[in-house]
């Protein structure tokens, strides 16, 4: 896709955690990394390494001279999942426990102060990230497959 597009290659280092990553990024053992915004936007702001562009939908608030990947023509969204299989009952109370801590302004600050932004709440349903994903699939698939892209 992006790499293949500009004549790159990219391989994976899977990371449990941000801390390894960005202590392999810092001492040059990785090129990269893509990590949430609330994890890296202090290091980044402190000049530890160079951030290219945040995946939120618009300039971050904190951040305004960082450009969106939308910017970059890379559209992007995090989600969050649960493991294959959880149960409806679980999946929902999940769902309105978090729909119920964004609405907490104590918690819609500490994530502006981290430069985190949410989408609006209906998008941030179940249904609606299971469609979003399975589009999402159904669009890159392909390309992944044509650039010759495998799963490590």
């Not at 918690?107 to 209906?122: D, I, N």
């Not at 589009?135 to 490590?152: F, M, N, S, T, Y």
């Amino acid at each position: 896709m992006f790499f293949h597009a500009i004549n790159t290659t990219a391989n994976g280092a899977p990371y449990k955690d941000t801390a390894p990553a960005l202590i392999d990024l810092l001492g040059g053992h990785l090129d990269f990394m893509c990590d949430q915004t609330i994890n890296v936007l202090q290091p980044a702001k402190s000049g530890l390494f160079k951030a290219f562009a945040a995946t939120t939908p618009q300039r971050l608030k904190v951040a305004p001279g960082l450009p969106t990947v939308a910017e970059s023509r890379l559209p992007s969204d995090g989600c969050w999942y649960a493991p294959k299989g959880t149960p409806k009952p679980i999946i929902d109370k999940l769902s309105a426990a978090l729909q119920k801590a964004l609405q907490d302004p104590d918690v819609q600050e500490r994530l502006a102060q981290s430069g985190a932004e949410t989408v609006p709440a209906e998008r941030a349903m179940p249904e609606v990230l299971r469609d979003h994903l399975k589009a999402e699939i159904d669009r890159w698939v392909p390309i992944i497959r044509k650039a010759g892209v495998l799963a490590q």
